[in-house]
């Protein structure tokens, strides 16, 4: 099956700087990437969708300018967090769809920030 | 506004028995994907099970199956013989309508018992 990779799988950092997750389909081109955060026992919330080489489409609330997102080939987003503060720590993940005829999309194994 | 309902917040079965979620949505599509995702402690979504809204057939997976009613737009999980591997928030979701992004229930916590 499809496999998406994420990277770092935890990450640490101090407020005010910045961290970069990134995300990869490692046996497919992935058209189209999303970036879910997912509160403790909660559902996952989407936060952006991006295409390879277009700009992100945000969704409602989420802030561009602090969460930078770069999709600058089919196997390849990132997500940078910037001048992180302790209520963005969470549980981030990624996911990839490829196959546009059945909308399957596939979830890389997710990244835990703790902004201390 | 295109939703997703899980109503169960939590389930529990025996092991080897059978238990079923529930899952109603509400679009005006009439072609679509449906799908079951499981989320087990690791935090990886995992794709349990997908059903094309077009397909009277119900899908199966192994021992997992749906009960797909459209008229009633509904989509229920049933899970025979539970094992205890099967313990894990199990989400349901489609894409809204025109786009590749995902309407998200809000799961259903499963415990397995030994």
């Known amino acids: 099956g499809a496999v998406v990779s994420q990277h770092p799988s935890r990450v640490i950092c101090k407020s005010g700087t910045s961290v970069k997750i990134e995300c990869r389909s490692l046996?497919?081109?992935?058209?189209?990437m999303f970036w879910y955060r997912q509160f403790p026992k909660q559902s996952l919330m989407l936060m952006a969708t991006?295409?390879?080489?277009?700009?992100?489409?945000?969704e409602q609330g989420v802030e561009k300018d602090k969460f930078l997102i770069n999709h600058a080939s089919l196997t390849l987003s990132t997500l940078t967090v910037t001048s992180a503060h302790p209520e963005d720590s969470s549980f981030y993940i990624c996911?990839?769809?490829?196959?546009?005829?059945?909308?399957?999309?596939?979830f890389g194994p997710g990244t835990r920030l703790t902004v201390t | 506004a295109q939703t997703v309902t899980q109503s169960q917040p939590e389930m529990s079965v025996q092991e080897a028995e059978t238990v079923t979620l529930s899952c109603t949505y509400d679009?005006?599509?009439?072609?679509?994907?449906l799908f079951w995702y499981k989320q087990p402690p690791s935090r990886q979504m995992i794709l349990v099970i997908r059903?094309?809204?077009?397909?009277?057939q119900n899908a199966t997976e192994n021992r997992f199956s749906v009960n797909f009613q459209k008229a009633a737009k509904s989509f229920s999980l049933k899970i025979s013989d539970s094992q205890l591997g099967d313990a894990a928030m199990y989400f349901c979701?489609?894409?809204?309508?025109?786009?590749?992004?995902?309407?998200f229930g809000t799961g259903t916590r499963l415990k397995v018992l030994a």
């Open positions: 996911s990839a769809s490829g196959d546009r005829g059945t909308y399957e999309q596939y």
């Open positions: 046996d497919f081109q992935a058209t189209t």
């Open positions: 991006s295409n390879e080489g277009s700009k992100a489409t945000y």
């Open positions: 679009t005006s599509e009439s072609d679509y994907y």
């Open positions: 059903q094309e809204a077009y397909k009277q």
């Open positions: 979701a489609y894409p809204a309508s025109g786009t590749y992004k995902y309407i």
